[in-house]
């Protein structure tokens, strides 16, 4: 089973500024932290952050036939990116949203996910955890579907 693990703008900056909404952990850590929970599960996985919209469109498209589903935090681009909805939706693989933060607890203009769209599950507000609970979310679909 293999995944692909997108994470949008800015996250390549996680614990530099924000430790009371995104954690202190580095973005490093946070890769550190999915391929360790990966290893675990035994999934395999690739990891892509970028800070460009047509990067992320681009990466979704390449995850056809050849990953089994997509793990995805377009960061800012959920609550603008029609582009990245209609790339999910095109290329058709279970998709889970996660957002280390709460969106829905935040400024109004995060309530809406474009990406959360097309995806199975969302999960939020559960920094790095998140990531392992839509390994696992994901897994056990794939597995079940
Ligand atoms: O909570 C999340 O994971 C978000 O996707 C993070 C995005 C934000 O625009 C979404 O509404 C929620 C922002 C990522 C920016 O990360 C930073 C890292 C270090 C310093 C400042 C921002």
Redesign the pocket.
Known sequence: MKFVVIN????N??????PK??GTGTFAALEDFIHRVCAKEGVEVELFQSNHEGAIVDRIQQAYGTADGIII????Y??TSIAILDALKAVALPAVE????D?NA?EEF?HISYAGMACIKTF?GLGFEGYRQAILYLKEYLQHR
Do not use: C, D, K
């Open positions: 949008g703008p800015n996250l900056l996680l614990g530099l500024r924000e909404i995104y935090n377009p960061a800012a959920t609550h996660v957002h280390l933060s969106i935040r995060r939020a």
